[in-house]
């Protein structure tokens, strides 16, 4: 049975950036520090960007530019819920959910999400800059605060299960118990057919909800002290790739090579050559003109390389190479 799932890799330009903050430390020397978000590997320091905060973005930038119906927020004093309607939320959908029901109305219902990704996390090790400010715009005297920002390439990774976007379980299965009487009505109502244990939306509606996660990426927007950094967080290079299965074959294509982002082009060959009886699409690769300009080369010429095999490499600028990857969905989703 193939399991069809979309594997990507991204890298973000941070070039003057503070975009996920760690807020203020009871330890600092004063209270207005503000730390950026960093995860430490032997001596050195990565600046990133939480899963979480990927997501948020991700899924408001889906909402203004697609038009997503995203699912109202509850709150029960230290718990906050979506609706946890996937037929009729997209967001519910795509990007999974929890919530506590009473037990006439169903119980405890939970949903996987069928997007996963990891944090952006730096490619180089950075030393964090600090930057004084002061607020003197009143009477009396100056306020001073500092945050720190960094320069780098930050690297993420996500998958998209195409299998199970707008198909929804009655399993008594942590995650896949995302259906309850209410629900199940709404899902009939809306045109969803029952397959056993499972209901599934109509085609058209599962299509453009995957199509929409994909060709959202280029619009990217989000990120913290905007106002002051004003940084682009949409991915500058991409790497797409339908396959069969469950792991993720561009995790260790990017790393560090004096101090610098380094796109390892045998790793990449390497991926292509082993899994390539797992590809089910092309591996389509875009990049933003002005970012690793030294790699355009490099990409043109493994391009031509393929041009004669099963699975070509396709590369492109990202908005060309996001619309093209994106025809191959209807035919993965059937």
């Known amino acids: 049975m193939i399991t069809r799932t979309v594997n990507g890799l991204m890298?973000?330009?941070?070039?003057?950036?503070?975009?996920?903050?760690?807020?203020?430390?009871?330890?600092?020397?004063?209270?207005?520090?503000?730390?950026?978000?960093a995860i430490r590997k032997g001596k050195k320091v990565y600046p990133y960007v939480s899963g979480q905060a990927l997501r948020y973005w991700w899924r408001t930038t889906l909402e203004e530019k697609f038009n997503w119906n995203i699912s109202p927020i509850e709150r029960?004093?230290?718990?906050?819920f979506t609706s946890a309607n996937p037929v009729e939320y997209d967001d519910d959908d795509v990007f999974g959910y929890m919530r506590a029901l009473k037990k006439a109305e169903g119980g405890t219902v939970t949903r996987l999400s069928v997007l996963k990704n990891?944090?952006?996390?730096?490619?180089?090790?950075?030393?964090?800059?600090?930057d004084f400010g002061v607020m003197a715009r009143h009477e009396g005297d100056p306020v001073p605060y500092e945050h720190e920002f960094y320069s780098t390439i930050l690297k993420g990774i996500?998958?998209?299960?195409?299998?199970?976007i707008g198909v929804f379980y009655k399993s008594e299965k942590t995650g896949y118990k995302n259906m309850y009487s209410e629900l199940e009505a709404i899902a009939e109502k809306n045109g969803a057919e029952k397959v056993e244990d499972k209901w599934v939306m109509p085609a058209e509606v599962r299509e453009k909800r995957a199509k929409d996660v994909l060709k959202v990426l280029p619009y990217l927007t989000g990120g913290a002290k905007q106002t002051s950094h004003l940084t682009d967080v949409s991915p500058k290079l991409l790497i797409l790739?339908?396959?069969d299965g469950g792991n993720h074959l561009f995790m260790n294509l990017v790393r560090e090579e004096n101090g610098e982002a380094l796109v390892d082009m045998a790793a990449l060959e390497e991926a292509i050559s082993d899994y390539s009886d797992i590809l089910l699409t092309d591996i389509y690769i875009g990049r933003r003109k002005g970012f690793m300009e030294e790699f355009d080369d490099r990409f043109k010429a493994l391009a031509n390389k393929y041009t004669d095999s099963d699975k070509k490499v396709i590369y492109g600028s990202i908005n060309e190479i996001v619309d093209s990857f994106v025809e191959n969905i209807p035919g993965l989703m059937r």
């Open 118 to 130: 990891s944090p952006l996390v730096s490619v180089a090790g950075q030393v964090p800059t600090d």
């Open 241 to 243: 790739a339908g396959i």
């Open 11 to 37: 890298l973000i330009d941070a070039p003057h950036s503070a975009l996920n903050n760690a807020g203020n430390d009871s330890s600092e020397r004063t209270e207005n520090i503000v730390r950026v978000k």
């Open 158 to 164: 996500f998958s998209l299960d195409l299998d199970n």
């Open 76 to 80: 029960d004093r230290k718990i906050a």
